[in-house]
């Protein structure tokens, strides 16, 4: 960063920190990852100068011939990753994505129904927070009360009495498969397009590891910065018969010119995320995820559901007297990054909730595995069982660091790629 740091050293110097804080500490937030050098050397280059308002070969501006072939690449790699008939790649995240696809499918006012967001659904899902619940009619579907399980009778009950045009399935917080062929069937009973978000478990669908929306949903948006390992952004895969509509819901109804450097970074996540390594990836983050599962399940801790079978952990923190977001502050002492989040039911406010949230994409990443997994359960466990404890925080400071050090934040998942080739 020579330039930057005579250009603007506060901005130089506050990423340097925030590259320190990402080596030095562990990141459990199950919705972040770190990406590879050739993802951020895409995402950093010249195509940050370029305006490309519309479509390969329809361009409403001129210089487009390389833009135009990223973006043919990006979309072609989607597809043949994900097995669908069209991809988008233009939206500017997660939640531009789901405006585009509720854009696309309904008029507003139009019901659509989705997962609230206290239950583990996204704030676009039709959220009263949301604007996605002022354009839209929204209906909420919760979890089950006991097994914190999706319901199909209460959705298809839901689902028959108000008749949404869209039923969203998808999450940020459930530690569960999806059954995508259940879903798609009420939404054919009821004459509603299905969609599946799977921003948090795309990487886990295109390695093979988690159930597959593609053949079942006419829609699947995502986000493409969390298990499938990309810069932050977001795309929309279809069957052909909604191909224009969302097309055109992205561009010109919604969004301006494309991010072209995210599109090269998208690309190349593809392509990384295409490589037989990405497999063994995907299925050593729900290995971890299981182990540190059983681990934490060991010392008393109460997991929604009852466990986990994707990426994340959602643990409802009551049992040990200490509130969600004061648990994740005191992991963070000790190194050990998680997210305070709402339970199911809960009973405290969004801004204090009773959870936390962790997952295992991002130490998956830095190469940790099972035994990794058993030594930070305990560590944790220590810590909530003893949250001001300065000697507890220390030693599981120490824990972290040696293995923030053994395990670095790698710079490359090439080899991997050529040796797909
Ligand atoms: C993260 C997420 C989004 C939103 O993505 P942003 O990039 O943050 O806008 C949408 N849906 C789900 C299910 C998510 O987990």
């Known amino acids: 960063m020579n330039v930057l740091t005579k250009t603007d050293p506060e901005i130089a110097k506050l990423i340097q920190q925030e590259d320190v804080r990402q080596r030095e500490t562990l990141r459990m937030i199950p919705s972040e990852n770190y990406v590879s050098k050739a ?5 950093g280059s010249s195509l940050t100068n370029k305006y490309s308002e519309g479509y390969a070969g329809k361009r409403y501006y001129q210089g487009q011939a390389n833009i135009d072939e990223i973006e043919a690449l990006a979309i072609s790699r989607a597809t043949s990753l994900f097995g669908a008939d069209h991809a988008n790649v233009q939206p500017y995240s997660g939640s531009p994505a789901n405006l585009a696809m509720y854009v696309a499918l309904a008029e507003v006012g139009d019901t659509i129904m989705g997962m609230a967001l206290d239950m583990g659904g996204h704030l676009t899902h039709g959220w009263k927070a949301s ?6 009619n929204a209906v909420q579907y919760p979890v089950d009360p006991k097994t914190h399980l999706i319901d199909f009778d209460v959705v298809r009950d839901l689902a028959k009495k108000h008749k949404p045009k869209v039923i969203v ?55 493409t ?12 895969l279809c069957k052909e018969e909604y191909a224009k509509a ?27 995320a295409a490589a037989p390594s990405f ?30 079978d994707n990426h994340l952990i ?49 130490l998956t990443t830095r190469g940790m595995k099972e035994e990794q997994m058993r030594i930070l359960a305990s560590v944790m466990a220590d810590i909530v069982d003893a949250p001001e404890d300065e000697a507890v925080i220390a030693a599981g400071k120490k824990v972290v660091d040696e293995l923030a050090e053994a395990f670095p934040i790698p710079e490359s998942f090439v080899e991997e790629v050529s040796q797909a080739a």
């Open 314 to 362: 959602l643990v409802d923190m009551q049992n040990k007297n200490l509130s969600g977001k004061d648990a994740a502050v005191a992991l963070e002492r000790a190194g050990i990054v998680v997210n305070a989040n709402s339970i199911p039911y809960d009973p405290a406010p969004p801004f204090k909730p009773s959870g936390i949230r962790l997952g295992t994409p991002g």
């Open 246 to 272: 969302i097309d055109r819901a992205v561009f010109p109804f919604l969004q301006g010119g494309p991010h072209n450097h995210t599109t090269a970074g998208i690309a190349v996540a593809l392509k990384e």
């Open 131 to 136: 604007q996605t619940s002022k354009f839209y």
């Open 279 to 308: 497999k063994e990836y995907a299925a050593q983050i729900i290995t971890n995820a299981a182990v540190l599962a059983e681990g934490l399940m060991a010392r008393d801790w109460n997991l929604i559901s009852g466990g986990t």
């Open 169 to 223: 399935s998808g999450a940020t917080a459930y530690p569960r498969f999806f059954d995508y062929a259940a879903f798609k069937e009420i939404a054919d009973e009821v004459g509603a397009v299905c969609v599946a978000d799977i921003a948090h478990v795309a990487g886990l669908i295109a390695a093979d590891v988690h159930p597959d929306p593609v053949p079942h949903a006419g829609v699947v948006t995502t986000t």
């Open 225 to 236: 910065h969390k298990t499938l390992r990309g810069p932050r952004g977001g795309m929309i």
């Open 39 to 43: 993802v951020m050397e895409a995402t």
